[in-house]
């Protein structure tokens, strides 16, 4: 399966402010997705990077708060921006496996955000 | 909809054998299990397809049923690294889009 690797592992932040986290796979992968764990919470889906297009977002979450970068097939980019406490939460990138035929998905370690 | 899973928590000895499922109001193309341990990203542990085809974990089986749009995972002979929170995933035929459950505490105990 891919590699995925993210940063920063984590980071604490002041509110109003923004933070770029990083998503590298070591194999070129079609579509990338974002998500959000709240915490002690389930993962919710904040929109899929797609490269050559714009990311597709799900209901809940917008281009202003979630700006999206996917610049080539083995990067992207996930902006939170203009931070409040609510915003903390574990973000992650996922892939689905780009050698198998079954789609299943792979997660990269996550970026553990705290916003004071 | 999320789909919603059962038991919210589980306790269970070692060697002892659990079954978590996930059901969803909404027919489903495929569903993810994952196992996610405290301060660490969910771990992929098996995919089931509409039409029966299945990929995963050798330690663990797993079952969909389309027309319920149900699926349960099993955990036999449990241990003490089967501790986690277990999630399903479910994909209605979206592109790859996973709508996860609440999740399923599992503890094992010596």
């Known amino acids: 399966s891919a590699v995925i690797s993210q940063k920063p592992s984590r980071d604490i932040c002041q509110r109003g402010t923004s933070l770029t986290i990083q998503c590298q796979v070591d194999?070129?992968?079609?579509?990338m997705f974002w998500y959000r764990q709240q915490p002690g919470q389930s993962l919710t889906l904040i929109a899929t990077a797609n490269q050559g297009s714009e990311a597709t977002y799900e209901s809940g979450f917008v281009i202003d708060k979630f700006p999206i970068s996917r610049p080539n097939l083995t990067f992207s980019t996930l902006t939170v921006s203009n931070m409040s406490p609510e915003d903390s939460s574990i973000y992650l990138c996922?892939?689905?496996?780009?050698?198998?035929?079954?789609?299943?998905?792979?997660f990269g370690p996550g970026t553990r955000l705290t916003v004071l | 909809q999320q789909p919603v899973q059962s038991p919210q928590a589980v306790i269970l000895r070692e060697g002892e054998d659990a079954v978590i499922n996930c059901s969803s109001s909404?027919?489903?193309?495929?569903v993810h299990w994952y196992r996610q341990k405290h301060g660490e990203a969910p771990v992929f542990l098996m995919i089931?397809?509409?039409?029966?085809e299945q990929k995963g974990h050798e330690k663990i089986s797993a079952s969909f049923n389309e027309k319920k749009q149900q699926s349960s995972l099993y955990l036999t002979a449990s241990q003490l690294s089967y501790s986690g929170t277990y999630f399903c995933g479910t994909d209605r035929g979206s592109g790859g889009k996973l709508i996860f459950g609440q999740g399923t505490e599992l503890s094992v105990k010596p």
């Open positions: 996922s892939v689905e496996d780009p050698f198998s035929s079954y789609n299943e998905q792979f």
């Open positions: 194999s070129q992968v079609t579509m």
């Open positions: 089931l397809l509409k039409g029966g």
């Open positions: 909404k027919a489903l193309y495929s």
